[in-house]
């Protein structure tokens, strides 16, 4: 027998026992519905099935891999009214399925990271940015694919500092999003050398809609000389007043002008053009950031089942946490898992609504292990321990 007709017989037989393995992956969702904060201008309405509508792109792309493998993929959706029993759909999610990507507020996720029927799963947080998930909340069997919003304000640091923006103005609202943005700010001011010049807390209850012109010039003038305004708005309430109004003629960024985000209609290289085309074929909208987190959750799940040719949520926890694991995830790098916390690395794009300015991290950013770790919390800068083995 030749040589070739030997490898091809040890070729065919590989894929004969990989293929003879079918496998069933079943990956639920869990969203729970929370009312939108009252705003000023209903112009960027929030999609109803943001985040589901990545996790169903996300599936399909799962079972495009999984068919030649006989790797079959089932997401279970299920979507909670407000005021509805959250922890009871965990809870019946948990029993048909150990991979779960929530899409809900951090009180809600804990409690389900909490629950006894949660113990050795794999939660994929796909929307909550609370900086001390990372740190002194963390929870061993909750992984964050939505970047924390110190990787955001970290972003914007190196690419204010790349622009000599080196004084900042703050401006702030109250609700508890933008309390939690103003702090990530002041964080990463501390942490590049920017010098915080003054902040002040947005109060007006008069309609900006036809004041702005003559209130928010007033509103700024008295701030000392700065090289950037940045907005802590989270619900987009304000900030689009503050732009092109300021007192001084500056640039904007936070959460309008340059904004950084975990995924933008405005990301269109290294791939990303196609994975577009694909979510809004599919969903009749442009991707968003929790959408694009819920599809890395999922793909992350996808990947590691098919590296490992099992879902045993062991293996696959293991897999994601090796060297091994390296996500495709459209940014010009691996995505991969921070052992410490559970965040997923990834760049951070810093946009405008027609186009990229940025990514993050920048170039002169070096890091002793990945420079994506130049964003966000370090292993020294997090106080997790759930982690540790």
Known sequence: M?????????????????????????I???????????????????PEDEGLAGSKVAIQDNATTGKFLKHN????????????????????????????VVNAPKKQLLEVADLPEAEG??????SEGAVSLRSDECRANVLHTIPSRSMLSDALAQFALKKRWTKWALIHGTRDGDLAYK???????????????GQKEWNFDADMRRNA???????????????LMVIADEPGDFGRYVFYNTWLPRPVAGSEGVVPVAWSASVEQHGAAQLQSRFKEQSGRAMRSIDYAAWAAVRSVGEAVTRTNSAD???????????KFKLAGFKGRPLTFRKWNG???????????????????LDGYLHERNELDTLGLDLPESNCTAFEE
């Open 183 to 197: 702090s990530a700010l002041e964080r990463s001011a501390k942490k590049y050398g920017v010098q915080l010049v």
């Open 343 to 361: 965040q997923l690395r990834q760049p951070i794009p810093l946009t405008h609504p027609r186009a990229i300015v940025a990514l993050a991290p």
């Open 2 to 26: 030749s040589i070739r007709k030997i490898i091809l017989g040890l070729m065919a037989s590989c894929f004969s026992t990989i293929a003879s393995a079918e496998i069933d992956v079943t």
């Open 313 to 323: 949520v062991v293996k696959v926890r293991e897999f994601l946490f090796s060297d």
């Open 121 to 126: 799963a794999i939660i994929f947080n796909a």
């Open 28 to 46: 639920g969702y869990l969203k729970q519905e929370v009312p939108a904060p009252p705003v000023l201008s209903n112009l960027e309405s929030i």
């Open 73 to 100: 993929y089932t997401l279970e959706e299920k979507i909670i009214e407000e005021g509805g029993d959250f922890l009871s759909a965990a809870k019946e999610a948990l029993q048909k399925t150990r991979f779960l």
């Open 213 to 227: 012109p003559q209130e928010v010039p007033l509103f700024t003038q008295d701030f000392d000389d700065h090289d």
